[in-house]
Nanobody, 112 residues
Framework: QVQLVESGGGLVQAGGSLRLSCAAS????????MGWFRQASGKEREFVAT????????NYADSVKGRFTISRDNAKNTVYLQMNSLKPEDTAVYYC?????WGKGTLVTVSS
């Protein structure tokens, strides 16, 4: 059974940093792109970043470009999201995604 488990969320002050991790199990993920999405309270889920299977191609939402970095370690079946210069508007539940699978999310709260 495929599982994606996010971790690393928490409460941080504006301007701070967090590193999210998503550990995948139950399948072979090295062939698939992986991505991060987020959903703020009362809003639609939105795209944050994606990375291709080899890790040499990434794509970011304009709102996080230059502040967030997505990376992956295929040997560990893990994808990361380094988030710097966090803003209150980054507050959301962050979800990991690959193919048709989603994690349950990790909450990031940025205080002003």
């Amino acid at each position: 059974q495929v599982q994606l488990v996010e971790s690393g969320g928490g409460l941080v002050q504006a301007g701070g940093s967090l590193r999210l991790s998503c550990a995948a199990s139950g399948g072979t993920f090295s062939s698939y792109s992986m991505g991060w999405f987020r959903q703020a309270s009362g809003k639609e889920r939105e795209f944050v970043a994606t990375i291709n299977w080899s890790g040499d191609s990434t794509n970011y939402a304009d709102s996080v470009k230059g502040r967030f970095t997505i990376s992956r370690d295929n040997a560990k079946n893990t994808v990361y999201l380094q988030m710097n210069s966090l803003k209150p508007e980054d507050t959301a539940v962050y979800y990991c995604n690959t193919h048709i699978y989603w994690g349950k999310g990790t909450l990031v709260t940025v205080s002003s």
